[in-house]
């Protein structure tokens, strides 16, 4: 069957627009809104998205609580963000519409399920009066629209039973938007059938109603005319649409194959980084090991172990399990092993909001560890960079045998966009060589290090001759003048000066081997907004708004934290004013200011969601005023 | 890796470095068992990888002239599994401690044995903490009077055999520090198991818990207090084999005297059930050093490996789907070109 894509005369056509779908937990809405994107994506459109969902598996049905959301924002040009507020919001009940609307300007679009607001819905929400009655929804375009009964009519002569019918109305509400805004259905219906092959009255029951919500938009009179957004006039080559945690999974893959080690990934379950572990855990014909472990500390130790063998040893986790692994943190600095330890970044402290995003582990990543125990820390900022971030952490942790922190975040982990797929063959290779044979006279030295990367040998068990061993105890390394090397325990006070001055200067000395700050100048600039992470998108949003007005501002992002870019001192100097915000209290901030004296603002928010572009705007225009 | 033979002696796995344990430590005995039977095992140094935690026992790496890691105190099983599941070709020991093992690493113990990762575990079980001078340990009996219980403890401790067991152990077997023979023989039959393996060593403790297990080991009182199993044979000891351990109606293990059932009335020690209710009950047949207690092989059993079935895994996806083409699983689902 197919359904036709009409060729409507009265099409508008508009150049984004940000939709959000609102619903029960239950109601489906991330599984529409991600079908809207990737009908969006393959479409052409440039997009961005924030799915935002409660920690509770099932908060009460129908509560606050329980209200899980999908917003997606679809351009015809280049765009950061998933948009400040939605233009259309999709309610299938009260709470979702109570939870969603101070985010919605008046004059926006509002499609209410009307089937949903029975006193008992009313209940649940908490709301004592009906609000499509009480005239409190006047200032918006409400539609009110059954479509419960709609898509149990739809399906009746299906033999679905009706309750089993009501949940395909996340379908009907797909249908309809797909209408309003004229999206090529025909993938989506290949979806339909493919995913629901094997529960034939689930996708007869969803394909009807997705069919219903078309008809309906169509039909009903009660929407005047459709709209479009043309597709994005994006750099030429090929595109996918992809979610962080993907890119980075992809990321680790395409490091293991251009350092030709094999991928060890040890994780424990944790929210948001879990999908990581998914992936992985599919892609066993590269050569990919992964290993579900006991808890956080036993995946750091077996990604370790793995290393020490000649792996490419990763663990993955988020805040509460990077604080169970900095021990094993410290051990992979003193081994001088690489090691990845990817952090995709929650709400904390503690548990904290398991489900939402922050970038509060800045500080942890870089002193969250006892006694002087540097480490590089590479920061992802989009959620297809995430591939060049975990691909770029890798590099460094190869080569330098040092553990790496890469940090992503619970928005980029889950947020999609279109990726521009990138040439595998271009990326450079990062193999290095293991030891193999002694390397000092007949002596096999474990410490005697590379007079430039400071990294020290890596001889893998099973080289016959290279025999060492290697422990949390201080070890007797070489100096900077030469000396020792051998890797001995050793207590001397002065060889654990010369240790720890040695494993910061090997950190210290990454800041040559990454590219300097890529400043986006605007002659006239005298604030420079300086940032780090997902806060990427929020910021570009923000100076293009100060742009458009015609002001002059400057921005820069840092994917390298530690060691931070040689020139960035240089860079931060020559702005009278610097800006950083930061979904945290200002930790990037404190860093540049103790680093190089220069007096950085700090902007902070710790919300669980993303700055929106008219918070940077303001901010932004305070500074220059 | 190569089948030629290789003549190794105990040169060949001693490291350069002096051994430092305390003068008297059961350590040095065990030390020596582990050095005088690799050569006899096959194995290349080059192929060995001992990992250990933290503790005193967990210093043996640096004394052994293999690969080896002195990793953080407890998590020794847990990095060593890392080192298994990535090279099914290496040999890996696990040294540590009743401390390392049972109490901070309790946890990664029992998951590497329940995953039956192919690891060597031997615990030196000295029923104390050395290396902090002298605190009670999870297998010290009750009433123990150290630094940190001058009252006495009041845990109860931990049975090694019995958590092994519990835990799914495929090959579980003790040995002591007094007896080079016995414990060359216990690591001979750990080293010929595939899978993972745990073996307890009673060990002297000579500066914070000496005598430990001298009701046991004390060299008149052997014979009557070591019950020493052997697969296929009934369960016989005492200065004149006096002594056997039989089962009573409920299925349980007792120490009987000969005389009294005859021994055709022993228990046939049988290492290999599938079951390991059997081999529960005999390690819980002493409850301390002041009762006859089982040494020797408790259960020697198949079960499918985890590093092997890892690697099983992957051959299969590899045949299944050709080797990993990262391009194509970039492209894989809808995409779309932008000229
Ligand atoms: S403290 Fe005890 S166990 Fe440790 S080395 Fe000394 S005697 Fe041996």
């Known amino acids: 069957m197919t359904v036709e894509t009409p060729s409507d005369p009265r099409v508008e056509t508009l150049d984004r627009v940000v939709i959000r779908f609102a619903g029960d937990s239950g109601d489906g809405m991330q599984l529409v809104g991600d079908r809207f994107t990737e009908l969006s994506a393959a479409f052409g459109n440039d997009l961005a998205t924030l799915p935002n969902y409660p920690a509770e598996i099932r908060a009460p049905a129908g509560t606050i609580a329980g209200v899980s959301s999908f917003q997606v924002h679809i351009s015809d040009h280049d765009i950061v963000t998933p948009g400040d507020g939605p233009n259309v919001l999709i309610a299938m009940n009260p709470a979702a519409l109570q939870a969603n609307l101070s985010d919605l300007a008046p004059g926006s679009t509002l499609i209410v399920n009307g089937d949903s607001f029975a006193q008992r819905d009313l209940d649940k929400a908490g709301l004592t009066q009906n609000p499509l009655e009480d005239h409190s929804l ?41 209408w309003m805004y004229t999206r090529p259905v025909a993938p989506l219906i290949e979806w339909i059938e493919s995913r629901f ?12 109603a997705f069919k219903a919500g078309r008809n309906f938009g169509e039909t009903a009179e009660l929407f005047d005319h459709p709209y479009e957004v043309r597709p994005a006039t994006l750099r030429p080559g090929n595109y996918r649409n992809i979610i962080g945690n993907l890119a980075t999974a992809y990321g680790l893959i395409a490091a293991s194959q251009k350092a030709n080690l094999p991928l060890v990934y040890a994780s424990y379950p944790i929210t948001p980084a879990s999908d990581i572990l998914h992936e992985l855990s599919k892609h066993k014909n590269f050569g990919v090991k992964t290993l579900q472990a006991e808890d956080e500390i036993a995946a750091a130790a077996m990604a370790i172990g793995a290393s020490f063998t000649g792996a490419l040893g990763i663990t993955g986790t988020s805040g509460p399990g990077v604080d169970l692994k900095s021990e094993a943190m410290g051990l992979a600095v003193s081994l001088e092993l690489p090691l990845v330890l990817v952090d995709v970044q929650r709400g904390g402290p503690s548990t904290g909001l398991p489900t939402k995003t922050e970038q509060a582990d800045l500080m942890l990543a870089m002193y969250g560890r006892h006694g002087e125990c540097p480490l590089p820390i590479v920061a992802a900022k989009t959620p297809s960079h995430c591939f060049d971030a975990a691909f770029e952490a890798c590099r ?9 922190m890469l940090l992503t975040d619970g928005y980029l982990a889950n947020g999609a966009e279109p990726w521009l797929l990138p040439d595998l063959d271009a990326l450079p290779d990062i193999s290095v060589a293991f030891a193999t044979e002694p390397n000092a006279g007949t002596e096999f030295l474990p410490y005697l290090r590379d007079p430039e990367t400071l990294a020290r040998p890596w001889a893998i068990p099973g080289t016959a001759g290279l025999q060492h061993r290697i422990g949390g105890i201080e070890k007797e390394g070489i100096g900077l003048d030469g000396e020792g090397g051998s890797g001995n325990i050793s207590y001397s006070p002065e060889n654990h000066d010369r240790m720890v001055r040695l494993r910061a200067e090997k950190v210290a000395r990454i800041a040559h081997d990454i590219p300097g700050v890529e400043v986006d100048h605007e002659d006239g600039a005298q604030v420079l907004v300086l940032g780090w992470g997902s806060t990427w998108g929020s910021i570009q949003a923000g100076v293009r708004r100060i742009r458009a007005r015609g002001l002059p501002v400057a921005s820069a992002h840092l994917v390298h934290l530690n060691p931070f870019p040689a020139d960035l001192g240089d860079v931060l100097r020559r702005y009278p004013k610097v800006l950083v915000p930061e979904m945290n209290l200002g930790q990037l901030s404190r860093l540049v200011r103790a680093e190089y004296l220069v007096d950085a603002v700090s902007f902070t928010k710790v919300q669980g969601v993303p700055f929106r572009a ?3 705007e303001a901010k932004i225009l305070e500074m220059m005023a | 890796m190569t089948t030629e033979p290789i003549a190794l002696t105990r040169k060949d796995f001693e490291s350069d470095q002096e051994v430092r344990w305390c003068p008297g430590c059961g350590d040095y005995g065990i030390l020596a068992a582990i050095q005088f039977v690799l050569p006899e095992l096959a194995v290349k140094p080059e192929e060995m990888v001992f990992v250990s935690g933290i503790g005193c026992a967990a210093r043996l790496p640096y004394y052994m002239n293999t690969y080896g890691v002195h990793s953080i105190h407890g998590r020794a099983p847990a990095l060593a599994t890392g080192v298994a599941m990535t ?12 401390g390392d093992m049972l109490s901070i690493g309790g946890d990664h113990l029992s998951h590497a044995l329940r995953r039956n990762v192919n690891l060597k575990i031997v615990m030196l079980n000295n029923q104390i903490y050395g290396l902090t001078k002298g605190q009670y340990s999870p297998t010290s009996e009750v009433g123990k009077v150290t630094k940190s219980t001058p009252f006495g403890s009041v845990d109860f401790p931990f049975n090694p055999l019995s958590v092994a067991l519990g835990a799914e152990a495929s090959f579980v077997a003790r040995t002591h520090d007094m007896d080079r023979k016995h414990m060359m023989e216990t690591f001979r039959r750990m080293h010929a198991h595939r ?16 005598g430990a297990f001298g009701g046991l080991l004390k060299k008149d009182v052997r014979a009557d207090m070591l019950i020493e199993l052997r697969h296929g044979e009934r369960i016989r000891f005492g200065t004149d084999g006096q002594l056997g351990v039989a089962v009573n109606e409920f299925g349980e293990p007792h ?14 020690h049988d290492e290999r059930r599938a079951d390991p209710t059997l081999a529960f009950a005999l390690s819980r047949l002493s409850t301390g050093p002041h009762m006859p207690t089982p040494i020797g092989v408790f259960r020697d059993v198949d079960r499918p490996v985890y590093d092997a079935e890892v690697q099983r895994q992957l051959v299969a996806a590899s045949e299944r789907s050709g080797p990993g083409d990262l391009a194509k699983i970039l492209a894989s689902g809808p995409t779309w070109s932008v000229d």
Not at chain 1, 144 to 170: C, F, H, W, Y
């Open chain 1, 138 to 178: 006047d200032a918006y375009n409400l539609y009110v629209v059954p479509m419960t009964s709609i898509t149990v009519e739809a399906t009746k002569d299906l033999g679905v039973r009706p309750r089993d019918a009501e949940r395909s109305k996340n379908f009907f509400a797909l249908g309809l938007l797909c």
């Open chain 1, 396 to 404: 460094l942790a190869i080569k330098y045998r040092t553990p790496v």
């Open chain 2, 87 to 98: 090279r099914p070709d290496l040999h890996v020991w696990v040294i540590g401690g009743d």
């Open chain 1, 197 to 208: 092959k094997d529960k034939e009255q689930v996708l007869a029951a969803n394909l009807a």
């Open chain 2, 195 to 210: 899978g993972a393996a745990f073996v307890e060593i009673f060990q002297n403790c000579n500066v914070f818990n000496d």
């Open chain 1, 614 to 616: 008219a918070e940077m």
């Open chain 2, 255 to 268: 120490v009987v005297a000969v005389a009294d059932v005859g021994d055709e009335g022993l228990l046939v």
